[in-house]
C-alpha cells in the first residue's frame, strides 16, 4: 500500500479566485501568488493518485487566519474523505493562533477527521506565543489521540516562498511541551532528527516524532533517505508528496536513485503511515 502523507486539496472557489483572498492571508499570497503554485481539487488529486499507483493520501488545506474560510474549507476536506472514504484520510487545517481554532479542532475530529495539520507559522517561526496558541488543539487530539502535522524546515540554506524563519530550539522546545503528542513534522524536521546521534535526551524527547518526505526533491540530496533512516530511524520516516507541488513520480526516482532496500522503501511509503493512522 502506497499512503501520502502530505497533500493539499482546496475547494473550487479558491481554486477559480485564488487572488481574492490575498488580502486578508498574506501567508497564502506568499506561498500562491505566482500562477505557477498549482492548486488541486479533490478530483484532481484522486486521478493524480491512480495515474501514479497512490492508495491513499491524507488531505488537508491551509492554515488560513479567517475562520469562515477555515470552516469551509474543512467542510471541504470533510466531504471529499466521505465521498472517498477508501481512498482519503483528513486532516483539519486553520491558522492556530485565531481564538477558534480549539473549537475547529473539536468540531472537526468529531466529523471523523484523523488529527490536525499542517499547522504553519510562516512569519513568526514556532515561537513561545505560537507553542502557547497550540496548547488547546495539542490537549484534545491527545485526548483524542489523533496526531498533528506541522510545518518545520531547514534553518539554513536557500530561501523560498513557506520558508518560516523557524528554528531548531524553537522545533525542539515545542516536542518538548507536547511529548505525549503524535507529532509529524514536515520536510524532514528540517533535520532535527541528526540530533539523535547525541548520547542523552534527544532520542527519548523525539520517541514520538515522526517526518515526512515533502518537497524532499526540491532541497535535500537522495542521500536524505539512508542517511535519515539511520538517524531517525527508517519507521519514522513517512512518504509526503506536498502534491499539487510534486507529483509521487518525482519520489519513486530519487528513492530508486538511493538504493534503499525493498522492506525500507515498503515501510516509508506507506506501511508506517498505516499503522500511524490504525489503517
Not at 500562491?32 to 492508495?55: C, F, H, I, Q, W
Not at 512518504?239 to 513520480?249: E, Q, V, W
Request: net charge negative; charged share 25%; glycine share 8%.
Amino acid at each position: 500500500m502506497i499512503i501520502d502523507f502530505h497533500v493539499h486539496v482546496f475547494s473550487e472557489k479558491i481554486r477559480q479566485n485564488r487572488s481574492a483572498f490575498f488580502p486578508s492571508e498574506p501567508a497564502f499570497k506568499l506561498l500562491y501568488d505566482s500562477p505557477k503554485s498549482r492548486l488541486a481539487g479533490a478530483e484532481d488529486t484522486l486521478r493524480m493518485m491512480d495515474e501514479e499507483g497512490v492508495d491513499r493520501s491524507v488531505i488537508f488545506g491551509f492554515p488560513w487566519q479567517d475562520a469562515d474560510t477555515f470552516r469551509r474549507e474543512n467542510d471541504y476536506i470533510i466531504e471529499t474523505v466521505r465521498k472517498y472514504p477508501d481512498r482519503f484520510i483528513g486532516l483539519a487545517c486553520f491558522d492556530a493562533l485565531n481564538p477558534s481554532a480549539a473549537d475547529e479542532t473539536e468540531r472537526c475530529l468529531g466529523a471523523g477527521m484523523h488529527g490536525v495539520g499542517e499547522l504553519a507559522f510562516y512569519t513568526s517561526g514556532i515561537d513561545e506565543r505560537c507553542i502557547s496558541a497550540l496548547d488547546p488543539v495539542m490537549a484534545l487530539c491527545r485526548d483524542h489521540d489523533r496526531l498533528i502535522l506541522i510545518h518545520t524546515n531547514e534553518p539554513v540554506g536557500h530561501q523560498y516562498p513557506g520558508k518560516s524563519p523557524n528554528t531548531l530550539a524553537q522545533i525542539y522546545r515545542m516536542i518538548q511541551t507536547f511529548p505525549e503528542n503524535k507529532i509529524v513534522l514536515a520536510h524532514w524536521g528540517g533535520g532535527i532528527f541528526f540530533y539523535n546521534l547525541l548520547k542523552r535526551e534527544v532520542k527519548e524527547t523525539l520517541g514520538n516524532v515522526w517526518f515526512d518526505t515533502a518537497a524532499s526533491p526540491f532541497l535535500y540530496d537522495i542521500d536524505i533517505y539512508p542517511m535519515a533512516g539511520q538517524m531517525a530511524g527508517q519507521e519514522k520516516i513517512l512518504f509526503g508528496t506536498d502534491y499539487p507541488l510534486l507529483r509521487p513520480g518525482r519520489y519513486f526516482r530519487d528513492m530508486d536513485k538511493s538504493d534503499l532496500p525493498s522492506e525500507e522503501r515498503a515501510n516509508i511509503c506507506g506501511e508506517n503511515a498505516r499503522k500511524l493512522l490504525g489503517l
